[in-house]
């Protein structure tokens, strides 16, 4: 544990690292609030916080920048609470209560809406359908041997996936079928369904099978919706780096479960090597669960640089993820 020296220290270079992405000064530190001790002091003091880990001097005769261990310290001991300013909390308050249409679009529009509050990269991992309560379900035809399953759920997703229809299907098969599913549906949640009970029409029963069988299939997926992706191409100097984590993010597969990891494993915070995704090494990770009556039903997070305003990020995050829960709720 560090002394309360070696700690008001380490406190003043990461937060002046993350104002300027600048190696840190022991002249610059030692006038900053909280030290108030000579260069000579500060400088050998940066010089042991060094020898255990937490800074690194990039340059001879350069300034000091943290380490992962040093942000760890600095986001475990030293962040205090951020503040939402009231500005801040007035847009994310407005967003959510003139947002409407369809889950997608509002879970799309999240992600944009965490963007631009952080300028990070920002993750909304959407609840899957398949937990969700069934509001409506219809068959609708396509064609002679086409037609598509629509289910609307009562969080104001939509699901739809095309069937095929048996040969000489007629329009009154397909109306009871879809009347038969929506009988099985309707006001339950989909994952609950194990089969539709039989009707006593074999085409029915088959067209509402194959209709259960779609929509389980696609409700399974979880909804991944990144923003703010631009923001990344200027946190790093290093054309790889960009690069890597672009391509990333671009996985969506690998998204979802970076952020399931990281909330299964009740880590709010994920600062370098941590999360265990290695193109993103120089990023750090912030997640908060999204509550829907008390149950985990998504995920919302920003990615940026480990040299990100943790205390400001951490607080919009939670905000955002308190906000989105409540309009889940409602809906």
Known sequence: MLDDRKTAILSAVVQEYIATALPVGSTHIAAAPGV?????????????????????????????????????????????????????K??????????????????????????????????????????????????????????TVVVVFGNGGVESEPIALPEDTSDAQLAAASA????????????????????????????????????????????????????MASAFDAVEIVRDVLRTLEQQILVVSLIGDLVDRGLSVAIGVEHGVEPLAACSVIVAPILVDGEHRGSVGVLGPTRMNYPQAMATVEVVSDHLGRRLEDN
């Open 36 to 88: 108030r001790v000579s260069s000579a002091t500060v400088r050998n003091e940066m010089a042991v916080l060094e020898q255990e880990g937490y800074l690194v001097q990039p340059h001879t005769s350069a300034g000091r920048i943290p380490t992962d261990k040093g942000y760890r310290f600095f986001v475990d001991h030293l962040g205090t609470p951020g503040l939402v300013d009231s500005s801040t």
């Open 90 to 147: 007035a847009t994310i308050g407005d967003f959510f209560r003139s947002t409407h249409g369809r889950l997608e679009e509002m879970l799309h529009r999240t992600s944009d809406l965490l963007a631009r509050m952080t300028n990070y990269a920002a993750v909304v991992v959407g609840p899957q359908a398949g937990g969700m309560e069934v509001r409506s379900a219809q068959l609708v035809g396509l064609s002679s041997t086409m037609a």
């Open 180 to 231: 038969h599913l929506a009988s099985q549906l309707n006001g339950r949640a989909l994952s609950t369904v194990a089969a539709a009970l039989p009707s006593g029409d074999e085409v029915v029963d088959r067209l509402c099978a194959d209709a259960l069988e779609a929509l389980r299939h696609r409700s399974s997926d979880e909804h991944v919706y990144v923003g703010g992706t631009s923001a």
